[in-house]
């Protein structure tokens, strides 16, 4: 535990997660390359994105179940080999039909990648090392953004698709080699965690893990916070910026970099108020997805394209998202047993991912509608005018506000919960306030 050889498996581990993070976000940097490839409607490129993003989440518990029976180092193997090859699917595909079998590979691989890696943790390191870690991990595996930001758009706009897709892969050949070498569930010695019973066995799991309120409030906290995040960077930012608000590429791709860089601040400060003050997680996520709603509104309600320090500040607070959502997984840390944690985390960890897939598709869907009304209505086409994408990322508002509205009823279910098995009574976060200010000023 917390041992040198720990430190490597960390390494190794963080860098399987960036390969990874590389993979999963490399169309959303293509996105324009491959309209252009493959002459599709915005619909239908979504489609491509919505798709892994569809694989990834539907994977989430069969994952989950598979760590707790064949270990995460098996996991992260198969699923990093599996993104090689559908990387390699998709710089190869002559049609739109074969580039969305390579992404479905691309979301498959990528399912395996981060719950493993979150259980190895508990297996190599120990105490408040642990959440802490978490954090790190997910900030050093959005790092991932950043080489398909820059190395990766910049070999797509110098050497074109497949030179680039083909580069993209070879980074995850490099991280299987890798993870073959050094990966390994456990220290030596240490006790062997996985469970060898039958199906029914994991299944009864998974079910125990579903039904408990602290699962589902992590399961909503993951899926309102990272969402309007994900959508940005995987499918629709760099077209919005660029064809929406009139970036120049290059800026716009500096964007997804400040949205990341942003995260990587927020992460191990998030990391360390959950940790100090674990009754209010919740009230953490809320504030988080209150202040994106927020700076989403101011943006769409501009008169006209919005300045380019708004664009900062809404990349900024979507940044903070990607972290926040890690306190979901907390919430299945500490709301179930050890022997199902696996399940819980890949019910968790499955929200956001939903929550993008829908939204995805939909701003898509509503692009595509509103430029066939305008070619109806005699006008030229014009499928990425910036209020078509002003009335299409309206759809936010319904998919998180259910997520909000769905969280606040699993949050009071676990609140009923803690105190009726535990005694403990969680005042509503102004009630706390205004006691500790009571309590300050000595009353
Ligand atoms: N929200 C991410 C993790 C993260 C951490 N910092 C920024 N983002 C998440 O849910 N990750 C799961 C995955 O597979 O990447």
Redesign the pocket.
Known sequence: MNSRRAWLIFGIGAFL?LV??LQ?TSLGVAGVAASERFDSSAAALSMLAVLQLVV?ASLQIPVGVLIDRFGPRALMLVGTSLMCIGQIVVAFSPSITVAVIGRVLVGAG?AA???SLIRLLSSWFSGSLVPQLS?WL??I??LGQVLSAVPFAWALLYFGWTPAFVAAASASALALFLGILCLRDRPRGAPDGRHTGSLRTAMHHLRAAMKRPGTQLGFWS?FVS?SSGTVFTMFWGIPFLVFGVGLSPETAALMLLVLVGS?MVA?PILGLLTARFPLRRSSLVLGIVYVIGLVWTVVLLWPEEPPLWLIVLLVVVMGVG??G??IGLDFARTFNPMRSLGSANGIV?MG?FIASFVMIFLVGAILDLLDHARVAAGEPSDLYSYDSFRLAFLVQYIVIGFGVAMLLHARHRTRRQMKHEEGIEVAPIWVALSRRLRRHRGE
């Open positions: 997660y990874a993070v999963r990834y990528d990648i981060f719950i954090q997910g900030n595996g959005q993951h990272q995260g992460g990607g972290p959502s890690l960890n956001g």
